[in-house]
């Protein structure tokens, strides 16, 4: 079995706990192999304790993280100017240098709608399961800026 990096490990952990309830090092461990990830006991506590995972009665989840930044809803007010929908990709235009805080805003949320997003200078391409979907995250976005 190849050897994963630590950063691949950490996101497949948060993979998993967000996907379903795991109660115990073990299944986590299991769910772990079972996505081609082999690790030890040692490295799978510290790994835990890296993320800041807590035992919940529904199984581990990560405590909430406190990101410095504004939030979405600031960030769209006042950086987005355009939203467009191509298929199940939307574009969306910012001002000049604020195209990476609004996809990091975004990724933050961490919503169903949203597979992934990419990052320019004034331009974020957010990528969405399908066009419907696509469709229904324009409405979220336009939505989150109250107007």
Request: charged share 25%.
């Amino acid at each position: 079995m190849a050897q994963m990096s630590k950063s691949y490990r950490h996101g497949q952990i948060l993979k998993l706990i967000r996907g379903q309830a795991i109660s115990t090092q073990e299944e986590l461990a299991a769910e772990l192999k079972k996505t081609g990830v082999e690790t030890t006991q040692v490295t799978l506590s510290r790994d835990i304790r890296e993320l800041g995972l807590v035992k919940t009665p529904d199984g581990y989840r990560q405590m909430s993280r406190k990101h410095g930044g504004p939030d979405l809803d600031t960030i769209l007010a006042e950086f987005l100017q355009d939203v467009r929908v191509a298929q199940n990709l939307l574009v969306l235009k910012t001002s000049p240098g604020h195209a990476s805080s609004l996809a990091i805003a975004l990724d933050q949320e961490e919503w169903d709608e949203v597979v992934g997003t990419i990052a320019g200078d004034d331009t974020v391409l957010v990528i969405a399961p399908d066009a419907g979907t696509a469709q229904t995250l324009h409405g979220r976005l336009l939505g989150n800026l109250g107007e």
